[in-house]
């Protein structure tokens, strides 16, 4: 390679760099911004039975890396996992449990709001009321899990059992997997007179 097209790809290479810290810039500006001064949890319906939303009915998620009285996310991981901050006693809405909500400190001094104890988050990939694309996530050392009104994970929804039929059908003698050896006599186990690899 010339030093002329090395050049041009090096350059090349720094512009696509250039672009994708440009777009995980963008993401973190247009991450949510939780108002301070409103943090609201109350509960709402989902796929996964009812689970804690904030005041934008955006679902709230709980950080297994966290420990009752301190949150592990910071840096890269409350960008995208912005903490639920309230500047005072935060709100409790429909469905959630008053005696559950509080608060810890983080390092920054500001508060965090908590359910049960643990800190709560909103998730940058759940834009509209209802989402819940952080559900089941392993990210930042740790699970991301929706919380139910009570504290604990929320759990999908089971699906409705099919409807018997009454009786099932007695299964057959062999299951339609041939045995001794097919019958053929070769050890193939396939049996037919012939069954193309020499042995009848």
Known sequence: MTRNRLVTFLSGVASVAAVAIGSVTAMAATAPKTNARSA???????????ILVDSRGHTLY?????SRTR?????ECAVAWPPLR????????????GSLIGTIRRS??????????????????????GEANGEG??????????????????SPKPRPAAPST?????????????QGNGGDGDADNNGG????????
Not at 71 to 75: E, K, N, R, T, V
Not at 137 to 154: D, E, N
Not at 166 to 178: K, L, Q, R, V
Not at 193 to 200: I, L, V
Request: hydrophobic share 30%.
């Open 137 to 154: 996530l392993t990210a930042f050392g740790g699970r991301w899990v929706a919380i139910s009104p009570t504290g604990k994970q929320a």
């Open 86 to 97: 309230a500047s005072g006693k935060p709100t409790v809405g429909f469905g959630a449990h």
């Open 166 to 178: 009454g009786s099932s059908p007695s299964p057959s003698a062999n299951n339609g997997i041939p």
């Open 71 to 75: 949150s592990a996310c910071f840096g």
């Open 108 to 129: 920054d001094g500001k508060p965090q709001v908590t359910y049960n104890g643990h800190p709560l988050y909103d998730f940058v990939m759940d834009r509209r009321p």
């Open 40 to 50: 609201t949890v109350r509960v709402a319906n989902s796929r996964f039975g009812q």
């Open 193 to 200: 007179p012939s069954d193309g690899d020499g042995d009848m």
């Open 62 to 66: 709980e950080f297994s890396k966290d």
